[in-house]
């Protein structure tokens, strides 16, 4: 990667196309690891002041150069709300001094359980957050125990009372496929989140392709991850309940009340610039691809000395937009159309013989001008798109 492809990469950002801009920002630190985990994070708190001041410095030098004004922004991790409140000011100020934000733009912040206080709540409102993103990944505590989880789900409940009580939005994040998720849990998850109803709901299947502590567990007590079956029937439960509670499935893994949608994570599925900052952090405008270091590191050498911190940035070529239109599109509800397919199909014939199955299936639908998966469609997609790549 070179200086100058980076340069490249922030010119697209303010492209004619360019209106506005997401902004991702990652603040790797947490108190400890969970099993389940392949983050890019740090549990080596007494970096939190320095990391923190190379992040104020990477966002004032990519503000000077991003152009387009925030209509979202997103403080993930790690775990944002385990930084302190002066760090987490300095942040903010920094953001003020070099990205103008769209009135009424949406700024999340994700929030570990633990972390969560009323006087935290009360900051994060003031510094300008409007919604905030709960780890809570399930309500049983012989789940969360297995997961190494720093809290139990009383807590969890409680940290979703709080945020709501300050008026915040609150979206909740739930893991399923889970060591002992038996059916009671589940039932007792489902049940929390009806009585919670929160405005927002991401459900994940645990991921077991990346090495992390429950699948090295696993390789030696087979039966501790539910099949690929049980954990398909939690997803189409969960779903269900959701849906019949009044909640729209407007993407794989995500749920929402009507307006309630994530916007800065349906910027991704539609392609919308989002810049980025922060350890490993990946941003994309237009043809433009680009990913921060991943080592803690290396991205404090090379911020302080006032280089951007890129580990890579490539650009795009027609054919690979085509194709990434259609697998980010079909991750959404609405789908993508008929157009778009055919452009795929052109390129990738086995694409278009593979989705007509799918159609025959049950699996996908087609209705005005447009294919879109069902949810069962959305459980077996990746031999779908795996065509495309
Ligand atoms: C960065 S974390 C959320 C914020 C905070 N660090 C926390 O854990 O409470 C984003 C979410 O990704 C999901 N996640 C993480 N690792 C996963 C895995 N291996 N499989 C499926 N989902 C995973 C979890 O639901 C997690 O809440
Ligand atoms: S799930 Fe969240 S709290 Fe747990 S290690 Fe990963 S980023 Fe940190």
New binding site residues.
């Given amino acids: 990667m070179t200086l100058g492809a980076s340069r490249s990469l922030e010119a697209g950002a303010r492209s004619p196309g360019c209106r506005t801009a997401g902004l991702y920002i990652h603040l790797p630190f947490?108190?400890?690891?969970?099993a389940?985990?392949?983050?890019a994070?740090s549990t080596e708190l007494q970096m939190l002041p320095r990391a923190m001041n190379a992040l104020a410095r990477e966002l004032d030098k990519l503000g000077r150069r991003a152009g387009c004004p925030l209509a979202t922004l997103y403080l993930g991790?790690?775990?944002p709300s385990l930084v302190p409140e002066p760090d987490l000011s300095a942040v903010f100020a920094a953001l003020d001094r070099s990205f103008p934000r769209q009135q009424g733009a949406e700024v999340t912040l994700?929030a570990?359980p633990d972390d969560v206080t009323d006087e935290k709540a009360a900051v994060w409102a003031r510094l300008g957050v409007t919604r905030v993103s709960v780890?809570v990944?399930s309500f049983s505590d012989d789940v969360l125990v297995m997961l190494?989880?720093?809290h139990d789900a009383n807590r969890a409940s409680a940290a979703v009372e709080t945020v709501q009580r300050r008026g915040l939005e609150v979206s909740i994040d739930l893991m399923l496929g889970l060591p002992r998720l038996s059916r009671a849990a589940l039932e007792a998850t489902i049940g929390e989140l009806r009585r919670l109803r929160p405005g927002h709901v991401s459900v994940y299947l645990l991921d077991m392709d990346k090495p992390h502590a429950l699948s090295r567990l696993a390789e030696c007590h087979p039966g501790l991850i539910p099949d690929a079956d049980a954990a398909a029937a939690q997803y189409l439960a969960v779903g269900r309940a959701l849906v019949m509670s009044g909640y729209r499935h407007y993407e794989v893994s995500n749920f929402a009340l009507p307006g309630r949608e994530a916007r800065h994570n349906v910027r991704y599925w539609l392609r919308r610039p989002v810049l980025a900052a922060g350890l490993a952090a990946h941003g994309h405008s237009g043809r433009q691809r680009w990913a921060n270091l991943n080592r803690l590191p290396d991205y404090l050498e090379a911020t302080e000395a006032g280089h951007p911190p890129r580990a890579w940035s490539r650009t795009l070529s027609a054919d690979e937009v085509a194709k990434e239109r259609v697998m980010l599109g079909l991750r959404l509800a609405r789908g993508v159309s008929d157009c778009e397919i055919a452009a795929c199909t052109a390129l990738v014939p086995e694409f278009g013989k593979e989705l007509e199955d799918f159609l025959s299936l049950g699996y996908a639908r087609r209705a005005g001008g447009r294919v879109h998966l069902t949810p069962r469609g959305w459980l077996v997609s990746n031999e779908l798109l795996a065509r495309l790549w």
């Fill in positions: 947490c108190a400890s690891r969970c389940y985990c392949t983050f994070t991790g790690g775990t994700e570990n780890g990944q190494n989880r720093r």
